[in-house]
T-cell receptor, first 112, second 120 residues
Framework: AQTVTQSQPEMSVQEAETVTLSCTYDTSENNYYLFWYKQPPSRQMILVIRQEAYKQQNATENRFSVNFQKAAKSFSLKISDSQLGDTAMYFCALENDYKLSFGAGTTVTVRA | DTEVTQTPKHLVMGMTNKKSLKCEQHMGHRAMYWYKQKAKKPPELMFVYSYEKLSINESVPSRFSPECPNSSLLNLHLHALQPEDSALYLC???????????????????FGPGTRLTVT
């Protein structure tokens, strides 16, 4: 069984500052994918960033970057230069064989 | 085109009604998914279709009946639902890879905007 844990239910950050969301996971597979998805209050789930487990290099997508520690089974998301549009619920997810296992989510609020 | 569309956006139905949710994608994806999401909770997987065949059913009650008429279209037929079935129903699609008889990992999933279902 796969599990994903997000231990921060809510986080608040000032506009233009940096915030880091934590995620840990457990799987017995060696090949898998990790994702961060964003779901704004308008509710559409959007892919933020993707990491292949076999790649050691941390993924980066504009202001979003991850710190992937495979041995520790940790996959944190850093949002730099936070913008009001980043306000959303963020889900960490682990994919293997078509199944996405989601964490409980972290609600991020960006303050003006 | 990286869009997954879902209709209707909102649906209110009684417990004796029969209704259907529709999902469409034109990205050439061969895997499609139905999820159920309650407020402030992560999505829960219901069904997975790959190459138009049902490959995963997460022990969903029979009052939910999925259908995949072609590679672009996914339906969810609803009948005799209960009030606790009220939720946001999300559709998603992804690439799917097949090697010989193995169905390999599906890569990232693209989600539709969802249908907000209320059962009265």
């Amino acid at each position: 069984a796969q599990t994903v844990t997000q231990s921060q239910p809510e986080m608040s950050v000032q506009e233009a500052e940096t915030v880091t969301l934590s995620c840990t996971y457990d799987t017995s597979e060696n090949n898998y994918y990790l994702f961060w998805y964003k779901q704004p209050p308008s509710r559409q789930m959007i892919l933020v960033i993707r990491q292949e487990a076999y790649k050691q290099q941390n993924a980066t997508e504009n202001r979003f970057s991850v710190n992937f520690q495979k041995a520790a089974k940790s996959f944190s998301l850093k949002i730099s230069d936070s913008q009001l549009g980043d306000t959303a619920m963020y889900f960490c997810a682990l994919e293997n064989d078509y199944k996405l296992s989601f964490g409980a989510g972290t609600t991020v609020t960006v303050r003006a | 085109d990286t869009e997954v569309t879902q209709t209707p956006k909102h649906l209110v139905m009684g417990m004796t009604n029969k209704k259907s949710l529709k999902c469409e994608q034109h990205m050439g994806h061969r895997a499609m998914y139905w999820y159920k999401q309650k407020a402030k909770k992560p999505p829960e997987l219901m069904f997975v279709y790959s190459y138009e065949k049902l490959s995963i059913n997460e022990s969903v009650p029979s009052r939910f009946s999925p259908e995949c008429p072609n590679s672009s279209l996914l339906n969810l037929h609803l009948h005799a639902l209960q009030p606790e079935d009220s939720a946001l129903y999300l559709c998603a699609s992804s690439q799917a890879f097949r090697q010989a008889t193995l169905l390999l990992s599906s890569y990232e999933q693209y989600f539709g905007p969802g249908t907000r279902l209320t059962v009265t």
